[in-house]
Structures are given as structure tokens and as C-alpha cells.
């Protein structure tokens, strides 16, 4: 099953129980639909390599430039549904934007352009709250992960292109108050981009302190 199936299957599935028992939500529990909206800073390092040059007198292996570290702004928009107050499926959208000194594959040997770039993660995630006795929400402790399409854009004034690939994040939070919750988030990404037959990969890691808003 490709990325794409497995993406409209998982929409459809948690937007079947979302609505499919209108009582559970927005009742002040977990339980049932939910919607989730943050904001916040961070910061990144960003690795890439281009596995070979050819410098006119055949193929040699190429060069892999230093980390670059950068600040980062971002947010993150969760949508899905809980079938108790302890654990939720969500679909996500996590978005980050920094400046990287990107490869330019179209340049050899080791010219870079820097660029305010977005990086993006879109997939599935889970939650977990901690159990509590008494209470259905805040305050409570969760861990959270997810998997999903990463995305690397440059800005559009540059010549680079967008690199795909795989990604995962994961993390905890506390939602001191109903409704208001803080995030700290790791995400990985390995996103490539093939030019005149080679792979050349921008893998951004980056950590993320984010505050919130959840509805439910």
C-alpha cells in the first residue's frame, strides 16, 4: 500500500469516528472528535550530502558539508479523534521555518545557497494522557508520536528545488490548563532529490517548544 493510500485511509477513518458520535464532542472531555492548534520556536541542525562529484576526470565520491545550526519558528495543526480520554489518532501538519545553506546540485563541487526554508512533516500520529482517576482533562502529562511525508522547500526566490521523504517526531507536553497545553517536539526528516541521476539529501533534525490550543 503506497504513502498516499495509506494517508486517504487514515483521513477517512478518523474523520468516520469524528463524526460519527457528534455527542462526544466539544463536552469537555477527551473523548471524541478533537482539533489542536500550536505555535512556537526552536532550533535545527541540518545535515546533507551529495554522494558524488564529477570533476572532469571521472566519478568521485563527494562532499559532506558541516551541520549547519539555526533558530526556527514553527507550528503544528492536529485533527482526529479520541476513543477515551487517555488516547487519541490524529492527523498532523508540523511546520518549521529556518535559514539552511542548501547544496546546489546544479553547482559543483561544493557551492551552497542560503535560504529561508520550510521544512514540513504531514502524517499520523498517536497520544497518550496519563491516567487519572478523577478527571477526563487537563491537567495532564501525554506523550505523543508520529510518522508521516517530510517536505523540504526553499524559498521561492531561490533556484532550489523541494526535496521529499520519510519523517517521524515524537515528544511530551502537559496541559496545565482544559484546553492549553505545551509541546516539546523532535522531528526528523530525510528528504532527497535526484539531479542528473544522483541522490542529493538535505536531513534536517530539529526540537521544538511549542504552546497551544486543543479543542474537544
Known amino acids: ?37 500550536g505555535a512556537g520556536i526552536g532550533f535545527t541542525s541540518t545535515a546533507q550530502t551529495k554522494p558524488f562529484v564529477d570533476d572532469g576526470s571521472g566519478r ?30 490524529f492527523l498532523f501538519t508540523n511546520n518549521s521555518w529556518m535559514d539552511i545553506n542548501i547544496i ?23 497520544t497518550y ?16 508520536a508520529g510518522i508521516g511525508v517530510g517536505v ?3 524559498s521561492t526566490s531561490s533556484s532550489l528545488p523541494t526535496r521529499y521523504g520519510p519523517g517521524l517526531t515524537f515528544g511530551g507536553g502537559y496541559e496545565f490548563k482544559k484546553h492549553i497545553r505545551t509541546k516539546l517536539a523532535f522531528t526528523y526528516i530525510n528528504a532527497s532529490k535526484k ?5 542529493f539529501s538535505v536531513i534536517p533534525w530539529s526540537v521544538k517548544l511549542t504552546i497551544g490550543i486543543i479543542g474537544y
Open 195 to 199: 539531479f542528473s541521476g544522483e541522490s
Open 104 to 126: 546546489d546540485p546544479a553547482v559543483v563541487p561544493t557551492a551552497t545557497i542560503a535560504s529561508f526554508t520550510l521544512t514540513q512533516l504531514n502524517g499520523v500520529g498517536l
Open 1 to 37: 500500500m503506497t504513502l498516499g493510500r495509506i494517508a486517504l485511509s487514515s483521513l477517512i477513518a478518523v474523520l468516520t469516528l469524528a463524526f460519527s458520535s457528534p455527542a462526544d464532542a466539544w463536552d469537555g472531555e477527551r473523548k471524541g472528535f478533537l482539533i489542536a492548534l
Open 129 to 144: 494522557y496519563r491516567k487519572q482517576t478523577f478527571l477526563p482533562s487537563a491537567p495532564a502529562g501525554f506523550v505523543t
Open 60 to 89: 568521485v565520491r563527494g562532499f559532506d558539508p558541516p551541520r549547519d545550526f539555526s533558530p526556527l519558528i514553527g507550528g503544528d495543526f492536529q485533527i482526529g479523534y479520541a476513543p477515551n480520554n487517555n488516547f487519541d489518532l
Open 152 to 154: 523540504v522547500r526553499p
